[in-house]
C-alpha cells in the first residue's frame, strides 16, 4: 500500500489552471505545509487520511451537493482500484 502512495505522492502535477478553483494553489500551500508539520510532530499517515477526510466530506458536500460529492468519491475509489495491486500482493 506504501508503494502505491509513493506512487501517488510523487505523480506530476497536471491540474488544468482553467478548472481550478480560485486560490486553490494557496490552499494546496497551505494544506501541504500543514501536513509535513503533522508528519515531523509523529501524527501517521492514517491518522492524517482520517482527519483529513473528515475536513474534507462536509466540503464537498456543501460546494457539489450530496449527489455529485458521492460521485467524486466513486471516482477516487475507480481511480485507486484500477491502481492497486491484487490482494495476494498485499502479504
Given at each position: 500500500?506504501?508503494?502505491?502512495?509513493?506512487?501517488?505522492?510523487?505523480?506530476?502535477?497536471?491540474?488544468?489552471?482553467?478548472?481550478?478553483?480560485?486560490?486553490?494553489?494557496?490552499?494546496?500551500?497551505?494544506?501541504?505545509?500543514?501536513?509535513?508539520?503533522?508528519?515531523?510532530?509523529?501524527?501517521?499517515?492514517?491518522?492524517?487520511?482520517?482527519?483529513l477526510?473528515?475536513?474534507?466530506?462536509?466540503?464537498?458536500?456543501?460546494?457539489?451537493?450530496?449527489?455529485h460529492?458521492?460521485?467524486i468519491?466513486?471516482?477516487?475509489?475507480?481511480?485507486?482500484?484500477?491502481?492497486?495491486?491484487?490482494?495476494?500482493?498485499?502479504?
Amino acid at each position: 500500500m506504501h508503494k502505491l502512495r509513493d506512487q501517488m505522492l510523487a505523480a506530476p502535477e497536471f491540474f488544468d489552471p482553467e478548472r481550478l478553483p480560485a486560490r486553490f494553489s494557496e490552499a494546496q500551500d497551505l494544506l501541504r505545509k500543514a501536513i509535513a508539520k503533522a508528519e515531523c510532530t509523529g501524527i501517521t499517515d492514517d491518522t492524517l487520511a482520517a482527519t483529513l477526510i473528515s475536513e474534507a466530506m462536509p466540503r464537498l458536500v456543501a460546494a457539489y451537493g450530496p449527489a455529485h460529492a458521492a460521485r467524486i468519491i466513486a471516482m477516487f475509489a475507480a481511480c485507486l482500484t484500477a491502481g492497486a495491486p491484487s490482494n495476494d500482493h498485499l502479504q
